[in-house]
């Protein structure tokens, strides 16, 4: 296990090398998997290769901005980063108080939030509701109930119409039931070069009568469940 931790955190400093505190923290990562496994989902870090597949993945246009859930030790926040999204056009959501410092201390510039991202619409400030680009969710949305995974979903619409969310997950078929959640579900990606291997994927709300085009709609690949 050490060896394997300490091979994610040398392959996040390799890939993060640009002025940015590099530290991936496994072992607070590790620390709060055993305190709580169900909140962390994974036992390390996202790994490099994962990270570089989600942020190919984000679009924003100049004046928005991006959101990340579930950002643990800021892997995938650093990453963002480094491939352009500013510092100050990022939004990253940590429940854990202690995961929250360390992202405050390793990401100078970007807002930091303590917080449940059930309760995004009061964390991220009004004038930034509608001017999201992207939200990606690194929150384990598949080991919930059906009505709490909603409550997310709900939470994201609210800030970002229309935009759907990427969503990273161990799964081999769709993390979430789409067409239930009036979502069109597109794999986006997968990569091996993860523990355990991972893809993203891309949620879009499906059109109705009332929003016959949202705006972030993606032909949808598969709604498996
Ligand atoms: C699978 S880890 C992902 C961490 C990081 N993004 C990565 O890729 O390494 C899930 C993270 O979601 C956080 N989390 C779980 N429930 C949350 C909630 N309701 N609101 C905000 N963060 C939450 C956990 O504390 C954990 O840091």
Redesign the pocket.
Known sequence: MTNFVETHAIEHKAVTDDGFVTCAHPAL?FR?WLANPL????VV??SAALCQRIVRQVRRAPDEAVI??????G??SRALLASGTPAERLFV????PE?AAHLRRSLPGANVIE????RLPELIPAAWHGRIGSVVC???LVLLPFAEQRRFLDAIEAVAPGRGFLH?SYCAISPLPARRHRLAARREAWTPLNFPPASVWRYTPLATRSNPRPVGACPAEADRR
């Not at 959501?93 to 854990?96: C, L, N």
Request: charged letters at 15%; glycine letters at 18%.
């Open positions: 990562f709060r909140q962390m989902g994974s870090p996202s990340e859930l579930g950002a643990g030790t892997v995938v959501v940590e429940i854990v995961m917080g449940d991202a059930r690194g929150i384990p990273f």
